[in-house]
């Protein structure tokens, strides 16, 4: 008798050549939209607290987190996808826990989430979603920085002297604050006549 061993047929067939990563557009439209309106709304909580250096950096990066979502909404477009309809939901708390917060979900999409979405769009081979994923990954990487140095700054009474003036690159979401701006995004090469500007 003949036994199949090591062989896993997958229920209901082969799955859809890019399905995978097509979930994983959409979630990270999911992600993105959600930072975006959270960190709307952790702004306005900072101003709230006195805070207007940390209140400018997180309408900064609520503008970047839309850039994303804009740019993964139009690989789907291009896919001739669909987006289902859903409702942002996060907590709002005080503005050091909304920073912890932060720095945990930025922590997450720059470990885990946009490289393992790279790895399946490699695998999927569409090469759009990796390059949207990509450009995500660098500019939350950034915004970890600033929201680590703006808790750091929190905790050591020091908040009076961050930045009050951020830039954000309108192709890719790259965040930059008065004292990192260039002429030029390093990632994707927009001038700096148009990135968005923000002033606490
Ligand atoms: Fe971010
Ligand atoms: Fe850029």
Do not use: W
């Not at 994983?24 to 805070?51: H, M, P, Q």
């Not at 917060?101 to 990796?130: C, H, L, Q, S, W």
């Not at 009050?164 to 995004?185: H, M, P, Q, R, W």
């Amino acid at each position: 008798m003949l036994l199949a061993v090591g062989i896993v047929i997958p229920f209901g067939g082969c799955k859809e050549k890019g399905t995978i990563t097509h979930n994983n557009l959409k979630a990270a439209i999911i992600g993105e939209t959600t930072a975006s309106a959270k960190y709307t709304a952790f702004a306005a909580r900072a101003r709230e607290e006195g805070y207007p250096q940390i209140a400018v950096l997180f309408e900064a990066t609520a503008k970047a987190e839309t850039v994303h979502a804009r740019n993964h909404k139009a690989v789907l477009d291009q896919l001739g996808l669909k987006m289902e309809p859903f409702i942002p939901k996060f907590e709002l708390k005080t503005t050091r826990e909304n920073l912890l917060n932060a720095i945990k979900g930025e922590g997450y999409e720059v470990d885990t989430m946009y490289p393992d979405f790279m790895k399946a769009a490699m695998r999927d081979r569409i090469d759009p979603a990796i390059s949207t994923f990509s450009m995500a990954l660098h500019a939350e990487m950034t915004h970890k920085k600033f929201f680590t140095a703006a808790l750091q700054a929190l905790d050591a009474k020091t908040v009076t002297h961050l930045p009050l003036e951020y830039f954000v690159c309108s192709k890719c979401g790259n965040t930059f604050s008065s004292e990192t701006v260039g002429a030029k995004c390093p990632l994707c090469g927009t001038h700096r006549e148009k990135f968005f500007h923000f002033k606490g």
